[in-house]
């Protein structure tokens, strides 16, 4: 298993331009989740993904979009890019169980996108 | 406002002490409380801990959670420099059924030195 993976790695864009932040994961996770971690800070959920067709807001949601058509993929798009956008993006899923009771979060290995 | 709230937020210690990481929360619908460890990239899961009083442990980490004051202390004895990362503790909800995000502290970072 691949486990989540997410391109590209590295982004610079110019202030208004748009772009989407690929997410792929392989083991079959009911719950896709997209965090921001900017600089010295924890994470912070942007949006969340209880399955195929069903997402909704995190913490910090304005200024992204997201989707999810199939299980594995769940794409984050930005669609007017600000320098308040600077920041480190993970994607990271889970899958429930029976009764709910364990849920780590698998995370991938992030893209640092900046705006300039 | 749920928050979760670690300290301190910064630590440098020496191979071979003992450190302790706190982390306090609150939280509406609390479920359980989750530590990761973050070196260069992404978060490395370490324990989950669902009930008060019971110790996890992996190795040289353990970890246990107090509901009633509502906290969780991660211990790491005799430290070596692989040690040295971002610890973020992070409180799981649970909303409504199939909400399950998690609401991350902003980390404690340990440096040991050699």
């Known amino acids: 298993n691949a486990g989540v993976t997410q391109t590209p790695k590295f982004r610079i864009l110019k202030i208004g331009q748009s772009m989407t932040l690929q997410c792929t994961q392989d083991?079959?996770?009911?719950?896709m989740y997209w965090y921001r971690q900017d600089p010295g800070m924890g994470l912070k959920l942007i949006y969340y993904?209880?399955?195929?067709?069903?997402?909704d807001k995190g913490e910090v949601p304005n200024g992204y979009n997201v989707s999810r058509s199939t299980t594995e993929d769940f794409p984050l798009r930005l669609e007017l890019a600000a320098p308040s956008q600077t920041s480190v993006y993970f994607c990271?899923?889970?899958?429930?169980?029976?009764?709910?009771?364990?849920?780590?979060?698998?995370f991938g290995p992030g893209t640092r996108l900046t705006v300039l | 406002e749920d928050k979760v709230v670690q300290s301190p937020l910064s630590l440098v210690v020496h191979e071979g002490d003992t450190v302790t990481l706190n982390c306090s929360y609150e939280?509406?619908?609390?479920?359980?409380l989750l530590w990761y460890k973050q070196e260069k990239k992404a978060p490395t899961f370490l324990f989950m801990l669902?009930?008060?009083?019971i110790e996890k442990k992996s190795g040289r980490l353990s970890s246990i959670l107090d509901k009633k004051e509502l906290f969780s202390i991660l211990n790491i004895t005799a430290t070596q420099t692989g040690d040295s990362a971002v610890y973020l503790c992070?409180?799981?909800?649970?909303?409504?059924?199939?909400?399950?995000?998690?609401?991350f502290g902003s980390g404690t970072r340990l440096q040991v030195q050699p």
């Open positions: 939280v509406t619908n609390f479920r359980s």
């Open positions: 992070a409180a799981r909800l649970a909303l409504d059924t199939g909400r399950r995000a998690l609401t």
């Open positions: 669902t009930s008060s009083g």
């Open positions: 990271a899923s889970s899958s429930s169980t029976s009764g709910g009771a364990y849920n780590e979060q698998f």
């Open positions: 083991m079959n996770h009911n719950y």
């Open positions: 993904s209880v399955g195929a067709g069903i997402t």
